[in-house]
């Protein structure tokens, strides 16, 4: 595994005090679903929202490697998961593709926002009829002079709520294909845009999720990501990060569940005995423990490889297929292993089982990936 340098363990270190902040009232935030905004200052404040980005647009410059090995400790500690799964939005969204595709223009004018917080990310790709099949997206855009004008609709939207720009992917062309799809920035308060109520769900309630409505929505030319036609690149550029960075924090919260069985399968006891010493309790924490690793180094592995410019489109299906479902069986062991107390909220793990459950759906489900896979081996 990687040898993490002193900067690196300082800035992840640099988290740890927040957390009992960060954790306050988690499970009346889950049962209320609402989004703490003083948790997300609070966060803003460490510079972990612009840990990606360059430092002249107020970020930290840091490699993807230090950017996952942080969030890596954001999901150890923090309980509030909801928070963790908004902050990787956020981060990989709007910010990354701006970085790597906006002009100089939309650099200057929305990176320094991104970094500090000020300026909540979303992106906006499934849509009521089209989910993992997102070339069949129907949401328009037509040019119309130096603007656009988008029609249309999009569901499944996180931090749509509470976000103050979009990375919208509309259709610009007829033709079959990834070359009709574009991306396009919008504020929030741009005429014609809509953004739905928010949307109950069964895990990760405190990251708000809603749908968006566009009716003749004008967005200047400027806006445009790269160009017209290449928001299925900007896609997968951004997709591959977004897999990267929200299961890694995934493998954290993993990691703190593997501590919290091992220190209760010690101290509870049944039959005279404590429960660790059970073959039953015990073994299902080593399948725990193995997850976990695993996990660790397909996603840390798949970013080495990426970083190094060689192909992973194999890599990135498996790291996201391998850890989510191994959050999920983690999460139905630590169930198991508290027994009747892990189905109480004040302890957590039903919240842990619910918010896992989403990994396997969000990012491109375990079908599509096992489907991408599949191809890839010429079947």
């Known amino acids: 595994m990687i040898e993490w340098t002193p900067e690196q363990r300082a800035l992840r270190a640099g988290l740890a005090p927040l957390m009992k902040d ?4 988690r499970i009346e935030r889950d049962e209320a679903a609402a989004f703490s905004y003083d948790s997300w200052r609070t966060l803003a404040g460490t510079g972990l929202l612009g840990l990606p980005f360059d430092e002249k647009w107020g970020g930290l410059g840091q490699s993807l490697l230090t ?11 923090c309980r509030d998961a909801g928070l963790s799964f908004s902050v990787c939005t956020h981060l990989v969204s709007t910010g990354v593709p701006i970085q790597r595709f906006g002009s100089e223009a939309l650099k200057e004018q929305y990176l320094p926002r991104i970094c500090s917080g000020e300026l909540i ?3 906006a790709i499934s849509e009521p009829d089209s989910g993992s099949d997102a070339l069949s997206m129907r949401t328009r855009a037509v040019r ?21 720009l979009f990375t919208v992917y509309a259709r610009t062309s007829d033709l079959p294909g990834p070359l009709s799809i574009t991306a396009f920035l919008v504020e929030r308060d741009t005429p014609g845009l809509r953004v739905g109520s928010p949307v109950a769900k069964m895990g990760l309630r405190t990251s708000p999720l809603s749908e968006l409505y566009f009716d003749d929505c004008r967005i200047p030319a400027t806006r445009v990501l790269g160009r017209q036609g290449s928001g299925f690149l900007v896609l997968d550029h951004v997709m591959r990060r977004e897999i ?19 220190e209760y399968a010690r101290t509870r006891t049944q039959f005279g005995r404590p ?3 059970y073959q039953a309790v015990s073994h299902k924490i080593v399948d725990m423990e193995i997850g976990a690793e695993t996990a660790r180094h397909w996603l840390y592995g798949t970013a080495e490889r990426m970083a190094a410019g060689k ?42 089982l619910r918010n896992s459950v989403g990994s ?15 191809s890839l081996l010429g079947l």
């Open 121 to 123: 990310g979303a992106h």
């Open 311 to 352: 192909n992973v489109t194999r890599d990135i299906a498996m790291a996201k297929l391998v850890t989510s479902e191994a959050n999920v069986a983690s999460a139905l062991a630590a169930l198991q292993i508290f027994g009747g107390n892990g189905h109480m909220a004040e302890y957590g793990i039903e919240a842990e």
């Open 275 to 277: 429960i660790g010493e």
């Open 244 to 262: 990267l960075c929200s299961f890694i924090v995934n493998a954290g919260e993993m990691r703190h569940r593997v501590t919290r069985c091992v």
């Open 22 to 25: 960060l954790n306050t009232g």
């Open 360 to 374: 396997t759906v969000y990012s491109g489900t375990s079908e599509i990936q096992r489907n991408r896979i599949a």
């Open 67 to 77: 950017t996952m090995y942080v969030l890596e400790g954001l999901g150890e500690g």
């Open 144 to 164: 119309d002079g130096d603007e656009y004008v988008l029609n249309g609709s999009k569901a499944f939207v996180s931090n749509g709520p509470v976000a103050g």
